[in-house]
């Protein structure tokens, strides 16, 4: 499998999960343990011209918009897939995705299916 991302924590790969029409999903590199925080997020909100700029693709999946903000979800935290059996979930204060559980090297990396994004 190719590794389409990575640093010293976790790599994008191709997604047992495929939520996304890319297919890619966010898996370990090495064993967290519950409550330590898997990835840190890196959001930015997007001028009116940025957003315009990015692909059709990145607006529909990995934007949102919230109190006339625009975010934007870059590498890795974008491709955390949603999942019935999620190990890690998103704490908004702490803005990052935290292990619900231990998590062991190679694992994929999943939230919740019904968690609402809250920034």
């Known amino acids: 499998m190719v590794a389409y991302f990575?640093?010293?924590?976790?790599?994008?790969?191709?997604?047992?999960?495929?939520?996304?029409?890319?297919?890619?999903g966010v898996f370990t590199k090495r064993d967290f343990k519950k409550g330590e925080i898997v990835i840190k997020w890196n959001v930015t909100t997007l001028t009116?011209?940025?957003?315009?700029?990015?692909?059709?693709?990145?607006r529909n999946y990995f934007t949102h918009i919230q109190n006339d903000k625009i975010l934007y979800y870059p590498d890795p935290?974008?491709?955390v897939n949603r999942f019935e059996n999620p190990?890690?979930?998103p704490d908004f204060k702490k803005k990052a995705?935290?292990?619900?559980?231990?998590i062991t090297k190679g694992e994929e990396l999943s939230i919740p299916k019904d968690v609402q994004e809250d920034f």
């Open 6 to 24: 990575q640093n010293e924590c976790v790599q994008i790969k191709e997604s047992k999960i495929k939520k996304f029409p890319d297919a890619l």
């Open 77 to 79: 935290e974008r491709h």
């Open 87 to 89: 190990n890690v979930y």
């Open 48 to 58: 009116q011209e940025e957003y315009e700029k990015i692909s059709e693709y990145e």
């Open 97 to 102: 995705d935290v292990a619900l559980r231990d």
